[in-house]
């Protein structure tokens, strides 16, 4: 399970969230058998949507993250629910690129520094919330900070990390989500920025056993920080073959059909969890019959 952190300052003015999100990603990795690369972009893209997921405090709500790029991972989907609990997948798995000019994993090489970042935020309403913005840096963090900025008007600062073994499992993965409140002081801000200029990495915070709730004391530092709550979040799917099931009738009669009659039976492999639903052509047919009565 993953850690998660909420803290704020004994002023109320600034909010620190932070995670060890190391299992995440280490799950998203056996998954989606990623490359390094795309290990360290989907990972930041998972702990980013945990991080965001957690402040909606309503499991029935969710939000998710796409990320289009015009790098050679292609889209990136991160989904989470209210409680911090994610989900995710990318188009191409594999994608083999040179280390960047810090000898670093080049994430934005893969996810590429044009495109899309949009958050789509379901909190039970008639309509979603729906906020797009530009690619900043293809970085993942950074362009989470700016979502904040433009979008939801929010002084953030985000920082996201994944570290990757040798044999490609994850070593750490982790991030924290710092926000300004409405009514924070200018001292604050200045406060916040020097405390955060003095942290080395996420990960080399988590590889030296630093905590989630550590990282939420040294983000707050001086700033009398109370921890409000310590959650476990875990990469958990909400696929059933229900859902499947109503995937499969919406897809229409004349597709159902011609399935139906071409194939003993069909596969349907979930995108974020792999998990495989069989369909015999007799399951198909009573679709069949419920999509009719659909009309
Ligand atoms: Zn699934």
Redesign the pocket.
Known sequence: MATLVRSISQNGGVICTAIDSTDIAAKAEQIHKTSATVTAALGRLLTAASLMGVMLKNEEHSITLRLQGDGPAGLLIAVTDGLGNV?GDVENPVVEIPLNGLGKLDVAGAVGRNGSLSVVKDLGLKDPYIGQVPIVSGEIAEDITHYYAVSEQTPTVCALGVLVNPDLTVKAAGGFLAQLLPGAAEEDIDRLEQNIGKLSSVTKLLTDGVSAEDICRMVLEGFEPQILETVKTEYR???SRQRVERALISIGKEDLRQMMEEEESVEVN??????QYRFSREDLRILLEKAEKKG
Do not use: I, L
């Open positions: 989900r799917c909400s696929c979930c995108h974020f969890c792999g998990k």
